[in-house]
């Protein structure tokens, strides 16, 4: 690594990505909330495990976490189901569209891993069991706060109503795996969390604080608070590496080299094992779904860092 500061390499990697790159991509306009944002915005925060904060750009504001939800969902339900879990939802990457249904009718039901829409919809039927939608949104979103030291947080209303509006494909998933029981709650109340969930509101600096229990072996490094076992957060970040960007995941990791969870709202997530959690936004979209300035920052600062899992 250079003689550089992490602050100074954040300002110098964000400036040149900013300079080169804002705005391109195309954003989620088939979400209607989401087609209004800005496509220039771009943020980049960067928290390490000894407490080293860094940022760049739009950092403070905050945007709609959507998938990246999945990985603090996950996470819950393993505290709830333990290895159980993984009866119901797999840990294979994919090889399809992130909302598709053909696999699920050739594999019984069980979708190939959390973090695809069947998937993750599994594991939000887990996270709800025995509550009320409206109790286990209210879950998510304080667990979310806790790990984020954010009061802030919380559901934009707008995106919730937008995305149950538009959720055609999520209702034929739900209602496909309850025809093979593999969700437990009544498919809309499974469905209202799940919208609900992707529809917080985060910043760039209160995602990498909040996954940064994921660079510690399960343990947030400046609370002490064991949130979850250090096998499970293994697990986790190997299932960030090989699925977290859908189709793309191959390359991430190929180009990034770390474990990463993206979201169509232009967040991703990246934790660099042992050193820190890395949060960037940028709306614009690939034509695999993920924020392709995002992208291209975390590659640019993964080389700069010398941060890889390889």
Known sequence: MSTETLAQIVATVGKEI???????????????ALARVDANRFGLAVITCDGQMAEYGDAWLPFSIQSISKVFTLTMALQRMGESLWVRVGREPSGSRFNSIVQLEAEGGVPRNPFI???????????????????????IRDTLRRLAGADTIDVD????????????????????????????????????????QCSLRITCRQLARAGLFLANEGVDPLTGEVVISPEHARRINAIMMTCGHYDASGEFAFQVGLPGKSGVGGGILTIVPDVAAVAVWSPGLNAVGNSQVGTLALERLAARMRWSVF
């Open 18 to 32: 900013a300079d080169a790159h804002r705005g391109e991509g195309k954003v989620a306009d088939y979400i209607p």
């Open 117 to 139: 829409n069947a998937g993750a919809i599994v594991v939000t039927d887990a996270v709800l069991a025995g509550r009320t939608p409206g109790e286990a949104v209210d879950d």
């Open 157 to 196: 209303k707008e995106v919730a109503t937008s995305e149950a509006a538009t959720g055609y494909r999520n209702y034929s998933l739900a209602n496909f795996m309850k025809g093979f029981d593999n969700l437990h709650s009544p498919v809309e109340d499974v469905l209202q969390t799940y919208f609900h």
